[in-house]
């Protein structure tokens, strides 16, 4: 055997030592450290033949404590300021969300009164010779009060005539504007203002149509969840029939 230089790996030898060690377990020697570096698990690795020559190889973390600190004035100071902002902020959003709100009720109960008073007089003003009888029964349910019954006689007093001059009556609605709403919250009384365009037939007059544009002013009650008109009368008129 021939004198071997030592492991650079072994720690143990003396500076001025020359051992002699056999060839193979040389070889063994130096792939220990590499084996012991590939171990990821941090545990000893050894030679699986048992060696004792094999060191091991053990990895500690440091853990650093760090004591705690209760919050200081200033952090205290500014997470009560968030808060006051953060509630004042809620305040002011529902502020300015409740007008809004009201704003658009009103506007939604504009919307249905104006509904109601065209349709109101459409079916007032609107018969054929076959529909006149039952024209009462019909507008009844878009009127109230002592204009219910007003309208109702006066329908009855004409049905028999119109049916014997076979007139025929059709009226358009061109426009619809609510005047005034009351009171402010919850409003219980309306008016509106309507323009229509009106025309008449009849043999009688040979069917020469009479044109009329009129407009009315009504005067409207809620009851329940309806607008009923206990009130009408003429804003203008405008006789437009031809002269033969």
Known sequence: MEDQQ?????????????PKTPVGKARRSARQPQAAEEDASGESSGDPSGDPEAGDVTEEDEVTLVPHRPAGRRLLIAGAVASVLFVGASAFAGAMVQPYLA??????TKLDIARTAAEAIT???SYTPEDMATLGDRASRYLSGDFAGEYRRYIDAIVEPNKQAQVTNTTQVMG?????????????????IVYTNSVATSPVTKNIPSLRYLSYRLTMQREGGDWLITRMSTVTTFDLTPQL
């Open 6 to 18: 030592p492991d650079p790996g072994d720690l143990t030898a003396e500076p001025d030592a020359t």
């Open 103 to 108: 704003q658009r009720a009103l506007v939604d």
């Open 176 to 192: 619809a504007a609510v005047e005034s709403v009351a009171p402010p919250g919850i409003p219980t009384e309306a008016t509106a």
């Open 123 to 125: 079916t007032l003003w």
